[in-house]
Each structure stands twice: as C-alpha cells, then as structure tokens.
C-alpha cells in the first residue's frame, strides 16, 4: 500500500523529503494524465502547507508555488503582471486554472510551460526548501531542460519572488496555438516595459516553446531600451529574437515558422505595451 | 476513510488517496452522471465543482475531496435545473456525454455572472470539448438559463421543433457504455500491439493467469468461431484478437480478465515482441514487389470504384478552360468524448451485450460469427451513445467481453481508455486525389478526370464503400456530362480507416471544390454564380447517369445570394487580418450505394391500450429517438404524448438498420411513416371509417371520429395477434436503388440531400492563423421533421468540417490523445445561419432527406476556398495549420 502525505506544516513536509522516495504532488493536472485510477508510489500533496499558498507582498511579491492559475488570474495585481494574468487565464480551461498550480508549472518544465515567459520578464526567483535549509536561484537557473529542473529530490519549489525592482511597467503575453482554448502553445512571448518620458528605460523580453525552455532575449531587450517607444516594434530584429531561439519541427507547426511566429508576436506584444 | 458532502448529503468511501476523484464518484459511490473522456484533462467531461469551483475529477486527488462540498451533475440544485431546462429548450445535448461537464461548467459560470453575454460563456465552458453540437445550441442555453422555463411545447406533428424525447435523461447524466456494471463483473483489458507490424509470442500464460486477481487469459486461440469480421462481410478480414502477426499499432492480442475491484495491472506479461518493417503509406505499400499486407489482395489494393461516363479526355481536351489540381488529406479521429465501454453477461444461454454501438444487428451478426453462435443466442442492447460518427458502426470490444462472459460465465466489462479508443478504432480515410476539370468557354463543366488514392490501413472495414462512394460524388452536385472517376483503396499497417461521416466524400469534395473556384476565375465567373450555373436540376443525369428529382442543390446556392454579396463588400483587408469569403456545396446519396437497405418498424396497441413504437434506430445523438416517433405518429394519427417507446434492442426492436450513411430519418422514418400508415388502416378497417377519421386513445378504447359518427373499438376485447398485440402493424421499407454497372452507371441512392455553405474568414497575414467569422449553411432537407435537430445537425458537422480544415492530424502513437489531437473548442466555431430548404422527395417520408452526413462535406472545402480568396494560399494538404497556411502564402508570391 502506497503512502498518501498531505501535511500543514512545513516542517513535516521537509523530514519527510528528507526520507526520499516521494513523488510531490501539487494541482495534479500534469501529474494524473498517463496514470492508472491510483498514482503508483508514495505521494506527497503540498497543497495544505500555507507557506505554499497566496501571493503576499513585502520587498516585491511573493507567490506560493501551489498559487492556482485562478487565484493568480483573479488577484489584484499591478500592470506589471498582467501578463502573467494573461498567461494564468489561457493554461487549459478553468478546469485547470482552478487546480493547476504556478508552482507546478514550473516543476513540470515542458517546453510549452505557460507561465515561464512572464515570470521570466518579472525577473523571477525560486525558493526552494528542503530539510537542509532553504536557497533561492533564478528561475533560469531552475529550468535547465525539457522536463528537468535543478530541484533536488528532497526539496519542494516553495514560492517564487519577484524583485520590487521588476514589479513596474507594463506587461503583455500573447500565446500561439492552433485553436482557441486547451491550447498548447506554438510559440507564446511575454514582454514588460518600463517608458519614462516617451523612451524606454527598461526591457524585458522573453519567448517560450521555441526551444528546450522559455528565454530571456538579450540581444532585442538591449536594442530597445533607450529607444523611443513610438514605433518600437519596428526595432526589433528577426535575427535578435532567432539568436536566442532553438525551435523545433513538430506535430503543431515547423522550426522555422516558429522563429517567424515568435518575432511577429514580440512585436505586437511590444506595442501593446509601449506607449 | 474519506469523509465528504455529495449533492447536499454527507458521504464516507474507502479509497486510495490518490485515486482520481472521478473514479470513486464513478466505481466506488456509484455516481456514473460524472462522465470520462480522457482521463487526462484534455476534455471536461468529468467536471465537477468542489466547494463551487470546477475542477476535472480524473485529475483530482480522493485525499483532496475530504470535507469538501462536492457536486456533480446529480444534484438538485436550482442553477443545474434551469440550466437543464435550457439545454432542452435548445437542443444542447445532443448525444449528451459532454452534457454533465457542460452542466457543471455553467453553474460555476452562473452562480458567479447570472446573465452572462455569448463571450463569456464561450469562456467559461472551453475547457468541455463537444463533438456533437458545434456548442452553438450549448452556449444560447447557458446564456439563456436565467429565463423563466416557457410552458410545455408542442404536441411533435412532423415539422415541429420539439425538444428531444430522450433528453431528459441526458441533462441528468445519461447511463453510456461505461455506466452499466453488472454484479461481480469482470474488468477486462486488451494486451494491444504497441507497433504499426510485429510478430510475437507468448511466454507463460499460465503464469500469469495464476497471479492474484487475474480470473482468465484469452488469446486468439481462444476464438471459438471465425476471427475474422469486417462490416462488409465478403471482405472479412479483421481478427478479433490476432494472431501474429499484428498488423497495426493498437491491435487486440490478447485479453486479460480482471476480478472485480482488482486495477487491472498488465505489467510483465509475457509477449514478445519482433517488430517488422512496416509499409505506411499507400506509395510504399504500392511499390511493385512490397509484401502484400493480405496474401489475396494483389498490389496490396482492397478494392477500386470506378465511374466513367462519355469520353473525359476528349471532354477535357475540347474545353475553353480546364484546371488540375491535387490535394491531400490525413487521418482524422473521430473523437466523440465517450470511449467505447460496455459490459457483456449470460441470460441463460443467450449472451448479452449492452455497449455503445451505431449498429446493434451488425454487430449480433459478427459477435455470434466470432463465438460461434447462433445470432438467436445474441442480443445487443445499445447503451446511451456517447458519439459515433461512424466509428461505431464496426464491432469493438462486443466480441471481447463477449468471448469472456460466454467462457468464464461471468459478466465483463471493458471501458476503453483515451488512447486505446484512438489507437485501435477506425478512422477517416487520408486520401490523395489528383485530376482535372474542364469547362467551356460560357462557364458550363465539360469534363472531370481524377484518381484518388485512400490509405485504407490494416483491414478492409468501410474500405469498399469509400472506393465506391467516392466516384459516384465526386462531381458535387455540378452537371458533368463527362467523367472519368477512380477510387482505390490501399492497405498499409496504419489504422484501420473506415466510416466517418461521409464516407470519403468530403475528402473528394476538398479536391473538386477548390478546382471550381479556380475554374470559375478562368472562366471569369463569380464563384458562386459558376456554382449556381452548372448545379444539377430535375432531369439533368448525374455522372452514373440517375435522372435526379427533387434536386436541391439550385434552391441552396441561391439561397446565399444575398450572403455572397454582403460578404463579398464586406471582405477589405483590415490591418494584418485579410479578410475573405468562400462556398462549397455537397450532394449525397443517403443509404446503402446501390445494396439492400431496409429498415422495418413495428408499432402496436396492446390490450390495455398501451401504444408502443418499436424503435430500432439507433440514436448515437442525431435524433433518431425523437423524429422517428414524430413521423410514426403524424402517420399514425395519434399525438406523440401517448406513445410508449421500445428499443434499441435486438431482442425487442426488429432491424432498422445501422445507423450510417443519413439513412435513419430517411429509410426508418419511411417505414415508420408506413407502419403508422398501416396501423391506422388497420383501426380504420375494423369500423369501416375513411381515411379523415380522427383517432383518439382513452384507457383501452380507441375512438375513431368521422363527421358526427364516433365509433368506439374495445381493445380488451380483441383477438391477440401473431406480434402479441390487440392490434399492431410492422413494415419494411427498403430504398429502390439500380445496381451500378462495370463503368459505375446506375442508380445507386433513391434519394440525395444537398447543401451550400458560405464560409467568412480573416487570415493573419503574418501569423498565417485563421479566424472563422460566419458560416452561412443552406441544406435541402426535403422536409425538418425536427427543424431544431436540423439545426443541430447542421452546427455540429460544421464544427467537424472546421477541425478537418484547419487542425486535426491524426498520427499514431504520437497524437494519441486530446491535447495533441485537437478537435474544435467553445472558441472556435463561429456564429452559423442556417437556411433550412426543402425540396420534397417522393420518397422520403413526409418528403424528408438524410442531413447527417452532409452538413460536414462544404464546410472544409468552403473554408480552404475563402483562405485562397483571402491570401491567395492554395493549401494542398489539410490541416491547414497556420504553418502550412502562411508558406502557402509565401508560395503564392513568388
């Protein structure tokens, strides 16, 4: 007989990581699908730990990793989150919005992950806690292929941060797919940005399902900032944003239409917030 | 112990704490409203709120639901119940598998936003897939739940929009395949092949049956009968489970039975696989010297059909214009939300079985084949059907579960998983066709020449129908007075292709419609006015050569003129969005090509004047339970309130038939309309009343009513007759068809149906995305029986037409599932106007022609037409997924 956890307190959770051999488990709607009418193995729910819940304020944000799409969706939050609102409202239906959790998302680290690109934008910070203490690392950091992230065994992706400094400007998130809703994506891009006076002072862009995991793009952040932001997108080159990408040819569409989609997207999302 | 609230009541169930949510609902409490369609999350039917916010139960920990209020589809709360009125006022439930998640859906939505706008119900139910209703009819219901209910409708004469007979049920969780659990049934599951060819072996089975919760082990040699089945039983090919080697990935290898409660766990059964080269494609399995896939089908071809009419060649070399094209097409999954389930037990020694199925006499006959029975010890009782569409009109799991209930004695019961019903059913035939169009320098069509080529996978199934159908329609509805028509079907080791709505014609009409639009150009014609001046008429011969009568194809196409004309002004380009307009039309023999057909209904008073339909046709969501009864009783004379209904069943209900080829409405409402005729008569007769005479039922009299005089017949009083009845009737009717000759000349249907659609889109020019804003649809009925189940016909098998078009890709063991595989969402279907023409046919009943098939053919064509008006992109080869859609573009510049 498999061992099913759901503890309250925090503490419990970690010395029970610590003993190893726990699949963890937070919304469930990546972890079910393929499974028989039982998860196989011992179970570890996060979802009652209240570290793990609710997004909080303080030196930036916050955000419990078992945070659901809904909850993030129906905050309210400044326009520097909006896209990642957007993203909240577009992973699966409400269905999933209401169980699927940020944390998770990020756990589960597909290619097509929606809600990596705008945290990506907002400059986000995992925190990860084990029995041996804790430690943060950018989220980059934590995604270092499809479906692999630097999370030890023993620990579990506690909250995520997003710096003061990354919480200003406004953000956008546009998602591609072949039909309007239970999408997984062709290519998604997020993008904030801070204007002051008519010029930007601070770009952050990022696309997703156009390689291994979602990135941050250097080269069109560095070629936009300082720019006016009338006619902004025009700045942005196909070969800045391809520099970065590393698409592949799928079921859902070709590498090189990936590339294309994505600098098409970038630049509507940029003049959606460039003004 | 899990402790929660259900519905209102408190409830403790024993459960993993990890099991799905919906598997307790479902096997341990026995709530079945809660449907499954993926257990994966992909397509809401298994929604339900858990303290007010909708969540999918297959993905929801038990451990989760403690102290939770959870409700489900059973509930009896205010918000469900106006929401249940609306979905019957509407016509939202169609087949009704989706209808519980839909439910559960909106009264989240409701309770938050009573009145919401179009928008935000589209929103808020995209995460329930429909296959049936285009969610057109769902979303007006929702927007329309807030409504006080309207007082009860009308009486059901045939023309009357009257709310399903058989819907109550469906807004309350209807009881499908997977619904019915005989005590101590056994869980049977199939060993499948996990590779499109490979030879294999058993190791000890013994062994494995020996294991705790392991009740039996059958494998092919265990079939008592024939193993083979096909739908057309000269081409029997099909093992039930095979022997190696298997011939496609997701054949049955072997069964293993389950006690009951056991997870049915096949790790470490002993086979083993060989994988071998496999020929996948009709171009590979065609190469001269391929091995042949059946040892008796050379070039490993099925069958071909042919229609050669006059000279094509010389037709077309005379031509002032003549265009050729080619277009290709994929496996398309039929994706109805219910996998097949069922569950099969012994009646004395007769061996039942309750599944869902779109052919119960069928699947008698190849079931008793397969074990070796005598159809007499054979019964089929269709459960509810969670969508056909076609794929269950060939046996699936029937003889499964009934080779183990008829070998251990004991019930079984199979439910198929997401990805077993998508790898081991049929699909829609991938097709390549290529040819030429001609016409004369007025616009008139002189000639077609095309050949098409249809991977028809592993065996034969509706192979020969497609081959046959294809040629018959390919012209469209157009006088073509020249035609050189070929069909072949090919075997590969893909998936069995066999019947999806259509039968191969909407593959065909992709090819032939987007050659018209660019022939009209050449002929310098408006698209639609080509269309309207080749379109057949009374008395014109179509490619076989039928005379054709009640051709309403014209009636249609002119019926979208004023459409065209708004559309055409309407279509600027709007920024990066390019806006364009396209039409298609279809034709459409309904019923069997040039074979036996027949349907018989039988229709009885019984002593205590209980009058009962005997109801064969099956309804799979279409409406056969509801406009057969309409038609029966305007015949009969006696309104539709005091009919008891009967069946399917084989035991109870004679054969009407299968439930293909838009026959139900037709060919079964035509003997239902003939038994209603003859019962009437037969009441008539025993006081010598003409055929004005008004019936009426009261109690056990009949009272039949004729100017002043009324006569009263005592039914307690009569005689019982050789159907059991104080009085009964039972006819047969059976479409007169001409057998179609070696060149395909014939006539091979008594009746077609026609339609026209208009499809209005925007294309992104940069992203090569597709945004559908209009579908205007004219379908010649002859005559609605049921004008809102018309209406439903005609959204859903546009929402087909629209996934064929622009995204479903069926790949084996790669789109297995419904995140992969994507059929249309809430999101996708735009607003459809549907023009309901009738063109009376002599032989339909009440004038009636099937719709079911041909609201699907126009819309895919129609689409691919207005994406090349749009952008100038020749799309070639479907899905036209944005990709696809933008190189074309690009292919078009330069």
Redesign the interface.
């Known amino acids: 007989m498999s061992a099913y956890a759901r503890p309250t307190r925090l503490d419990d959770a970690l010395a029970l990581l610590a003993g190893g051999g726990w699949r963890v488990l937070a919304g469930g709607t990546d972890v079910y699908p393929g499974q028989p009418a039982a998860l196989a193995g011992d179970v570890l729910d996060v979802t009652a730990l209240p570290e793990m819940r609710g997004i909080g304020t303080g030196d930036g944000l916050r955000i419990g990793a078992c945070t659901t799409w809904s909850e993030i969706a129906e905050a309210a939050l400044p326009p520097a989150l909006h896209g990642l609102q957007q993203a909240a409202r577009q992973v699966g239906g409400r269905q999933i919005q209401n169980a699927g959790t940020i944390g998770g998302n990020l756990c589960n680290a597909s290619p097509a992950a929606d809600g990596v690109p705008a945290l990506l934008t907002l400059d986000a910070v995992v925190e990860l806690a084990s029995a041996r203490g804790t430690r943060r690392l950018p989220l980059a950091n934590f995604l270092t292929g499809p479906r692999q992230t630097a999370r030890a065994a023993d620990e579990v992706l506690l909250a995520l941060h997003l710096p003061a400094s990354a919480l200003t400007g406004r953000s956008a998130f546009l998602k591609l797919g072949a039909r309007a809703h239970l999408v997984i994506s062709i290519a998604m891009v997020a993008v904030r940005c801070v204007a002051i006076g008519g010029i930007v002072t601070e770009m952050a862009a990022s696309v997703g399902a156009c390689g291994p995991v979602a990135t941050r793009l250097p080269r069109v952040e560095a070629a936009l900032t300082g720019a006016p932001v009338a006619g902004l997108a025009g700045r942005i080159r196909p070969e800045d944003v391809a520099a970065h990408l590393s698409p592949i040819d799928d079921v859902r569409a070709s590498a090189a239409y990936r590339a294309e989609a994505a600098t098409e997207l970038l630049c509507r999302a940029v003049t959606e917030v460039a003004r | 112990m899990i402790s929660f609230t259900l519905n209102g009541q408190p409830v403790s169930v024993d ?6 949510l919906s ?1 307790v609902l479902r ?1 341990r409490i026995g709530a079945r409203g809660t449907k499954v369609g993926c ?4 397509c ?1 039917a298994c ?1 339900v709120l858990v303290d007010g ?4 139960a ?4 038990a ?2 639901a403690e102290g939770a209020r959870i409700e489900t589809v059973e509930a009896g709360e205010d918000t469900l119940d106006r929401l249940r009125a609306a979905f019957l006022r509407h016509g939202a439930a169609q087949c009704g598998i989706c209808t519980p998640g839909m439910l559960m ?1 909106a009264t ?1 939505l409701l309770t938050a936003n009573p009145q919401p706008d179009p928008e935000q119900a589209k ?2 139910l ?4 429909c296959r049936c209703t285009g969610y057109a009819a769902i979303i007006a219901a929702v927007c329309d739940a807030w409504r006080p209910a309207e007082a009860p409708g009308l009486p059901g004469a045939v023309g009357e929009p009257i709310a399903r007979l058989d819907g109550a049920a469906k807004v309350a969780g209807d009881s499908f395949g997977a619904d019915h659990v005989p005590p101590g049934a056994l869980t049977v599951v199939a060993l499948r092949s996990p590779h499109p060819l490979a030879a294999f072996a058993f190791g000890d089975l013994a062994a494995f049956a020996a294991r705790p919760g392991v009740a039996a082990i059958f494998t092919a040699a265990d079939i008592p009968g024939r193993n083979a089945f096909s739908v057309i039983p000269a081409f029997a090919d099909q093992p039930a489970i095979a022997a190696s080697p298997a011939r496609f990935r997701g054949e049955c290898v072997a069964l293993v039975a389950f006690e009951p409660g056991v ?1 049915p ?1 096949l790790s470490g059964f002993p086979v083993e696989w060989s994988p071998l080269p496999a020929l996948m494609t009709p171009a590979e399995a065609e190469v001269p010297g391929a091995p042949l896939i059946h040892g008796n089908r050379a070039e490993n071809r099925l069958i071909e059909g042919r229609v050669i009419r006059a000279d094509a060649a010389s037709a077309l070399a005379a031509s002032a214009h003549v265009v050729e094209g080619a277009l290709a097409t994929t496996y398309v999954e039929h994706a109805y939300i219910e996998p097949e389930a069922g569950a099969a037990w012994m009646e004395g020694d007769t061996l039942c079985i309750r599944a869902c199925t779109q052919a119960p006499y069928m699947d008698r006959d190849d079931t008793a084949a397969i074990l070796g029975l005598p159809v007499e010890r054979v019964r089929i009782l269709p459960s509810a059907v969670g969508g056909g569409f076609g794929s269950k009109l060939d046996v699936s799991l029937q003889p499964l579960i009934g080779l183990v209930a008829l070998k251990t004695g004991r019930p079984a019961r199979m439910v198929y998983s997401r990805s077993e019903s998508m790898a081991s059913t049929t699909k829609r035939h991938p097709a390549e066709i290529s040819g030429r169009i001609g016409c004369d320098a007025q616009g008139r069509i002189t000639g077609l020449e095309v050949a098409g080529r249809f991977n028809t996978g592993a065996y034969s199934s509706w192979g020969p129908t497609v081959a046959n159908r294809v040629p018959v329609h390919i012209t469209g509805p157009y006088l073509t007075p020249a035609v050189s028509a070929r069909a072949r079907a090919v075997h590969t080791h893909g998936p069995v292709s066999g019947a999806f709505r259509g039968f191969g014609v909407p593959q065909a009409a992709l090819w032939q419609e987007t050659l018209y639009d660019r022939l009209a150009e050449k002929a310098g014609l408006d698209r639609l006015e080509f269309r309207i001046l080749n379109a057949l008429r009374d008395g014109d011969a179509s490619a076989t050569g039928q005379v054709m009568q009640a051709t309403g194809i014209h009636p249609c196409l002119t019926a979208l003129r004023p459409h065209w004309t708004r559309a055409l002004a309407e279509a600027r380009p709007d920024g990066h969005w390019r806006r364009g307009v396209g039409v298609a039309s279809c034709w459409y023999g309904c019923g069997n090509t040039a074979l036996p057909n027949p349907s018989t209904i039988r229709i009885g008073l019984t002593h205590r004047g209980e009058l009962v339909l005997h109801q064969g046709a099956t309804d799979i969501g279409q409406g056969a339970n509801t406009v057969i009864p309409q038609i029966a009783a305007q015949a009969l004379g006696l309104p539709l309130a005091v009919f008891r209904f009967v069946g399917t069943d084989t035991a109870l209900t004679p054969d009407a038939g299968k439930t293909s080829a838009s026959r139900q409405t037709f060919v079964s409402g035509r003997a239902a309309q003939a038994a209603g005729q003859a019962l009437r008569a037969a009441i008539l007769r025993l006081v010598n009343a003409g055929d004005g005479a008004e019936l009426s039922l009261n109690g056990h009299f009949v009272t039949v009513s004729e100017g002043g005089a009324r006569h009263r017949i005592d039914l307690s009083a009569l005689p019982t007759d050789a159907l059991g009845y104080a009085i009964s009737a039972e006819e047969t009717y059976d479409p007169p068809t001409r057998p179609l000759d070696e060149n395909g000349q014939g006539s091979p249907y008594a009746v077609y149906g026609y339609g026209a659609q208009m499809v209005e889109l925007a294309v992104d020019a ?4 597709v945004k559908l804003l209009k579908i205007t649809a004219a379908h010649d009925v002859g005559r609605a029986i049921n004008p809102q189940l018309a209406r439903g016909q005609i959204e859903g098998g546009i929402a087909q037409g629209i996934g064929m078009a ?2 479903e ?1 069926y ?1 084996p063991g ?2 297995e ?1 419904l ?2 595989y ?1 059929i ?5 279907v735009p607003p459809i106007e549907s023009l309901l023409i009738e063109v009376p046919d002599p032989e339909g009943p009440y004038g009636a022609k099937g719709l079911g098939e041909h609201v699907l053919i126009p819309t895919a064509p129609a689409i691919l037409n207005a994406i090349r008006h749009a952008t100038g992109a020749e799309v070639t080869r479907l ?1 036209a ?3 696809r859609i ?2 074309a573009m690009k292919g078009d510049r330069s």
């Open positions: 459960a993993p704490p990890s099991e799905r598997e096997e257990d994966a999350g992909d809401g929604t916010r909708s969540v999918c297959c993905l929801y920990p451990a989760r859906a989240e929103q808020a995209g995460g329930v897939l997870p766990d940069r992203l090569g995305t622009l995204m890709d790949i790669r789109t599932n995140h992969d994507l249309p969402t809430t999101g996708d899905p997924l944005p990709h933008l190189a």
